[in-house]
């Protein structure tokens, strides 16, 4: 037969004064409470363990060998606890502990280099990033297996639920025309969406904030894009693009143009075509130290990366 006895700490914490005070009143004094609350305690939690754990002496009381006995195991018990606490502090007050972090994969490709340097500054800070390809609507499911997503979303979408989330924004990023080497349209500053009315396009898959933009696009402009293949990753249609087999509306800042010998890149001409990078994390997520450290670090590279490619 196997029996278990549940503890309360506060009452081993008073047994532990007991012992080292010697008194029920020094016990009440160390503890800034009344005798008789000390008394009340160490009645509970003889109660508890089921064995006497003083007895009289004189005009006071004394521990019984089972009282020594628990009391020793009570400076372990204790001990630890203390320790456990003073750890929880340190998370408390400085960024240290593991951050689980979503980013999409151009947004990895932009900001991760940097983030990584950043993140290294902090010791104690353990930021695991897996790269995942995300539409909008999936963003609040991730949540469950991530401390900080960061995604992507058409300017004229719907912003995130605020009221379940909280959004940062982190940079608003332009998206441009990317044209292969030698086609017409290479010679203008901008172009107008019209004049790519008869081109091939190479979008994304359907739901994801590019092809959003490209939707967007067509409502307001009555030209309807013919999309060929739909390719999520970018280098791949960087490739096909340079290559002649289409156009793409591509990010501009993660654009491999390699001074346009590889790559055209031309903005659209009076439209505003551009995507924002948010991090999202749960309401009061940013609470923790080690999660707002990786919040500043986005920001500041997200910064970085802004001035870099402004013109």
């Not at 080292?20 to 016990?27: I, K, L, N, P």
């Not at 950043?118 to 353990?126: K, S, T, W, Y």
């Not at 009221?163 to 940062?168: A, P, T």
Request: hydrophobic content about 45%; proline content about 6%; glycine content about 8%.
């Amino acid at each position: 037969m196997c029996f278990t006895v549940a503890v309360d700490i506060g009452r081993l914490r008073t047994l532990r004064e007991f012992a080292d005070r010697g008194s029920v009143t020094a016990a009440a004094k160390a503890l800034h409470c009344t005798t008789s609350a000390v008394s009340q305690q160490l009645r509970a939690l003889q109660a508890e363990v089921g064995l006497p754990l003083t007895e009289p002496a004189g005009r006071g009381l004394r521990l019984t060998d089972a009282g020594r006995a628990l009391v020793a195991r009570a400076d372990d018990v204790l001990a630890a606890i203390d320790r456990a606490e003073a750890e929880l502090d340190s998370y408390r007050s400085a960024p240290r502990g593991r951050v689980r972090l979503a980013v999409f994969p151009s947004a990895a490709l932009m900001l991760l280099p940097g983030l990584l340097h950043r993140f290294a500054a902090h010791e104690g800070l353990d930021v695991e990033v897996r790269d995942v390809d995300m539409t909008p609507p999936e963003v609040p499911g991730l949540m469950a297996d991530f401390d900080v997503v960061v995604t992507h979303r058409d300017e004229h979408a719907p912003p995130f639920d605020s009221g379940r989330l909280e959004v940062v924004h982190l940079l608003r990023e332009p998206l441009d025309v990317a044209l292969p080497p030698g086609h017409p349209l290479g010679e203008r500053e901008r172009v107008e969406l019209a004049d790519l009315a008869a081109e091939r396009w190479i979008g994304v898959d359907v739901g994801f904030p590019v092809d959003d933009v490209l939707i967007s696009l067509a409502v307001r402009t009555g030209v309807r894009p013919q999309v060929v293949h739909r390719i999520n990753d970018f280098r791949i249609t960087e490739s096909l693009v340079a290559a002649g087999h289409g156009i793409a509306l591509l990010p501009r800042y993660t654009m491999d143009t390699v001074g346009e010998r590889r790559l055209l890149r031309r903005p659209l001409a009076g439209i505003r075509a551009a995507r924002h990078i948010e991090a999202v994390l749960r309401l009061g997520a940013a609470a923790r130290p080690a999660v707002a450290a990786v919040l500043g670090a986005l920001r500041a590279e997200a910064a970085e990366v802004g001035r870099e490619t402004m013109p």
